[in-house]
T-cell receptor
Framework: AQSVTQLGSHVSVSEGALVLLRCNYSSSVPPYLFWYVQYPNQGLQLLLKYTSAATLVKGINGFEAEFKKSETSFHLTKPSAHMSDAAEYFCAVSSNTGGFKTIFGAGTRLFVKA | SAVISQKPSRDICQRGTSLTIQCQVDSQVTMMFWYRQQPGQSLTLIATANQGSEATYESGFVIDKFPISRPNLTFSTLTVSNMSPEDSSIYLC??????????FGQGTRLTVV
């Protein structure tokens, strides 16, 4: 079975500060890992994905994440927060076995202060 | 990438009634997935729908409440039956492509009154 744990339901940063959203996963098979963003009243947008290639993955809007197998982590970072980054962020895991179900974490709401 | 269209985009329904949500994909896909996102919550997988076979439901979801059809490789429907206010959620259709990524429709925002 696969699962995802996102540490912190809410994260608040100042504009220009580092963004760090934490995600730990559990998977009995090599995982595919994703970060999605959801803006208010909008659908899901894929930020980035890890699919067993480079462990440091760069995504859209300046976000990146590093896959650390030893720590079973896939934390999302951005060097400098922008007001437009305020949204809900979901970490998700799936695999190429068992039908490619995508399992989502509980989500982390990012607040950006001026 | 797959383009997914969901209908309706939103609806307000009376309790005790049923609503059928349609999901249309612009390409043939083997697996389609239905998710629910309750207010302020994350996405929860309801079921996996394969063409030509019965849907596979996740724990906590049953066919009588959420019947699913998958008549071909580009289309699926999810029915929310005998609705109650607790069914008020966003329902999302999803497909997998290239074995590495899931794509989502914009969702159906359901309010049950």
């Amino acid at each position: 079975a696969q699962s995802v744990t996102q540490l912190g339901s809410h994260v608040s940063v100042s504009e220009g500060a580092l963004v760090l959203l934490r995600c730990n996963y559990s998977s009995s098979v090599p995982p595919y890992l994703f970060w999605y963003v959801q803006y208010p009243n909008q659908g899901l947008q894929l930020l980035l994905k890890y699919t067993s290639a480079a462990t440091l993955v760069k995504g859209i809007n300046g976000f990146e994440a590093e896959f650390k197998k030893s720590e079973t982590s896939f934390h999302l970072t951005k060097p400098s927060a922008h007001m437009s980054d305020a949204a809900e962020y979901f970490c998700a895991v799936s695999s190429n076995t068992g039908g490619f179900k995508t399992i989502f974490g509980a989500g982390t709401r990012l607040f950006v202060k001026a | 990438s797959a383009v997914i269209s969901q209908k309706p985009s939103r609806d307000i329904c009376q309790r005790g009634t049923s609503l059928t949500i349609q999901c249309q994909v612009d390409s043939q896909v083997t697996m389609m997935f239905w998710y629910r996102q309750q207010p302020g919550q994350s996405l929860t997988l309801i079921a996996t729908a394969n063409q030509g076979s019965e849907a596979t439901y996740e724990s906590g979801f049953v066919i009588d409440k959420f019947p699913i059809s998958r008549p071909n490789l580009t289309f699926s429907t999810l029915t929310v039956s005998n609705m109650s206010p607790e069914d008020s959620s966003i329902y999302l259709c999803s497909v997998e492509e290239s074995g590495t990524e899931a794509f989502f429709g914009q969702g159906t925002r359901l309010t049950v009154v």
